[in-house]
């Protein structure tokens, strides 16, 4: 009985900091400025979001089958998702997609309203 | 050769096993090890059974592993941190880090964990080079990559620093640039 409370427990945190990671990656998509800065957005979402939620789920299933399949999904993830992130930023680079360099910093949307109101 | 088929030949038994979960169908188990010896015969027959297709286990590349788990965390709170804050102060830039990785496992394996640790990916390899666009500023410290190039290194048991005779290799794995 005691061991099924620490086991949801755990797979909750789990869940829920998986969960936390997948939001904030996508919070960063949106946010940063060009294609390569939200790469590094989207790269936190493969790693620590989709690895956490499937150590969850494999703490919720136990010493089983399925808990030994979801590890070899972790695996593959952990493999082939920087590969494909690799390929998207090579590819870039080689269509001549010029990188947002130097110091940013996200405008200030009072700010941003204010000159918009000017300019009209 | 035939060390590696071995190992091939068990991994892909306890892979059948993990997938299918039959120890009682006698159809299924024949049916299955007869697939397993067929891709064992096949890939004999490509001439590719060699350390890199079946990169065995060594007790070194587990503490890798760990070692590299706790960098991602790191640089995930760095980079949540850094998204998440209203000013989300960022310096994007792009800089080449020197390999010494002798071996294409090697250099992989290298490149990888560049890519899997946020806030940096690999952007480009070129010989002994790997283009790297990174994006805070604590994440272009140079010692840091000199480190996880020793470790990967290591994990793999790469011959660093090794030069490669490019007169005995044939041509096709040479041009890997435009790749």
Redesign the interface.
Same mark, same amino acid.
């Given at each position: 009985m005691t061991l099924e409370i620490i086991q949801l427990v755990v797979s909750g945190a789990f869940l829920i900091s998986g969960v936390f990671f997948v939001l904030a990656g996508a919070v960063g998509v949106l946010r940063l400025p060009d294609f390569y800065t939200r790469m590094h957005a989207a790269g936190m979402t493969d790693t620590l979001g989709a690895e956490f939620i499937i150590f969850g789920l494999m703490v919720q299933a136990g010493f089983t089958q399925t808990s030994l399949k979801l590890f070899l999904i972790a695996f593959l993830l952990f493999l082939t998702s920087p590969t494909a992130s690799h390929a998207v930023a090579d590819a870039a680079h080689h269509a001549g997609l010029k990188p947002l360099l130097g110091k940013f910093r996200a405008p200030n949307p009072a700010e941003v309203k204010a000159n918009k109101v000017e300019k009209h | 050769m035939r060390k590696s088929a071995a190992i091939l030949l068990l991994v892909l038994v306890l892979?059948w096993f993990?997938?299918s979960?039959y120890f009682d169908h006698t159809v299924l188990f024949v049916t299955g090890g007869l697939s397993v010896l067929a891709v064992v015969g096949l890939a004999a027959r490509m001439n590719i059974l060699d350390d890199e297709t079946t990169p065995y286990f060594r007790f070194k590349s587990i503490g890798y592993f760990v070692w590299l788990f706790k960098e991602?965390?790191k640089a995930?709170m760095a !980079? !949540?941190k850094a !998204?998440?804050s209203?000013?989300?102060?960022?310096?994007?830039?792009?800089f080449k880090v020197k390999m010494d990785h002798g071996t294409d496992l090697g250099r992989t394996t290298f490149?990888?964990?560049i890519?899997?640790t946020?806030?940096?990916?690999? !952007?480009?390899m070129e010989d002994g080079e790997i283009?790297v666009?990174a994006?805070l500023e604590e994440m272009t410290d140079l010692e840091g990559f000199k480190e996880m190039g020793v470790r990967s290194g290591k994990a793999v048991a790469d011959p660093m620093n090794y030069v490669p005779k490019l007169a005995a290799k044939p041509k096709a794995t040479k041009k890997r640039k435009g790749s």
């Open positions: - | 892979y993990t997938l979960g991602i965390v995930n !980079v !949540v !998204v998440l209203p000013d989300m102060e960022i310096s994007p830039s792009m490149a990888n964990s890519t899997l946020p806030g940096t990916i690999s !952007v480009e283009l666009h994006l």
